[in-house]
């Protein structure tokens, strides 16, 4: 509702080491304390609204009515979180939080962005002093840089400039299954082949990456029709960025596309490199709760072993 009036902001706070305080406390207590948590932030903020999203994080939303600015907000609400004795049993414990915001004047498209820009923001206070980040929109300078390439890809959007490739994934437990990775392709006004590389940092300054997610996984659907009704079945991975699946109804959509198609929704796999999914791991395990009944699953792609990304294996349904 704020978003039309581009005044205001969103702040997302995550309480640290939670990992931890389950082990230490058992699952029981860690939902008490994190039931408290939310209390005691919605009595610091009693003019905004305030949610918890996930097992140790919160969203604040303030509308702009003469509020102090956001930066100062999330200090305050990251000092009257910390500084607060939550109690758990017999002990008394404080919780270091970080808060990562967005301010609603960056004209945010929908709900989705504007989460997603949240969390961007909440990922770079982890690694912050003071425990506070605001999003920082894509700079235009590589737009500006290369406006020609750009203007490329906008005229394969609209015309047929764009195609498919096809990289065999071999399963290295053995299996007879067909199943390829899907690479976008570009061809350009000289004849030539632009890879992924090249244009979806383009895509993603000049806000054209959900159009180009979508014409992809529209392509990756058609094929997979085309196959099965020539009972010659494939699976197909397909890359797909959060902020596109974290778009107002696209995951509604993309199940009424695979129900219209009549495809096994086994033969589709979205593939997410585990960097954008660390960064937006509250949107894609709503997506993905929205997306499993229809047979859809998810790769993670780009792994590397370490905390985050095994907190993230048990957080998301990942088939690969």
């Not at 490739?165 to 071999?170: M, N, R, T």
């Not at 992809?216 to 991975?237: D, G, I, K």
């Not at 778009?247 to 979205?270: F, H, K, M």
Request: glycine share 8%; charged share 20%; aromatic share 6%.
């Amino acid at each position: 509702a704020l978003l039309p009036q581009r005044a205001g902001g969103v702040l997302m706070l995550e309480a640290g080491n939670a990992m931890a305080l389950r082990n230490r406390y058992g699952y029981a207590e860690f939902e008490q304390l994190m039931n408290d948590a939310g209390r005691h932030l919605g009595s610091l903020q009693q003019a905004a609204a305030a949610a918890r999203l996930s097992d140790n994080a919160f969203l604040v939303v303030v509308a702009d009515l003469g509020s102090p600015p956001l930066e100062g907000l999330a200090r305050r609400l990251r000092d009257g979180m910390g500084y607060h004795d939550f109690k758990v049993g017999a002990d008394a414990v404080r919780l270091r939080t970080t808060v990562g915001y967005a301010e609603l004047a960056h004209g945010f498209r929908d709900a989705g962005a504007t989460l997603s820009a949240a969390e961007d923001g909440a990922r770079q206070a982890r690694t912050e002093p003071a425990g506070i980040a605001a999003y920082v929109p894509p700079s235009a300078a590589a737009t500006d840089a290369a406006d020609g390439l750009l203007d490329e890809l906008r005229n394969a959007l609209e015309g047929d400039g764009l195609e498919l490739a096809f990289q065999p994934v071999v399963a290295v437990a053995g299996g007879d299954e067909a199943q390829f990775q899907v690479l976008l392709r570009m061809r350009d006004s000289a004849g030539n082949q632009r890879n992924a590389g090249e244009i979806l940092p383009l895509a993603e300054a000049a806000n054209l990456l959900p159009q180009l997610d979508r014409w992809v996984l529209q392509q990756a659907l058609a094929l997979l029709q085309r196959r099965r009704a020539e009972s010659r079945p494939v699976r197909l991975f397909v890359s797909q960025s959060p902020r596109t699946l974290a778009q107002d109804n696209y995951a509604d959509w993309l199940a009424r596309e695979i129900e219209t198609a009549s495809i096994d929704g086994p033969s589709l796999v979205i593939d997410i490199r585990l960097e954008d999914a660390l960064v937006h791991s509250m949107l894609l395990r709503q997506v993905c709760e929205q997306l499993v009944p229809s047979g859809v699953q998810f790769c993670l792609s780009q792994y590397r072993h370490g905390g985050d990304a095994e907190q993230l294996l048990q957080q998301l349904p990942l088939g690969y």
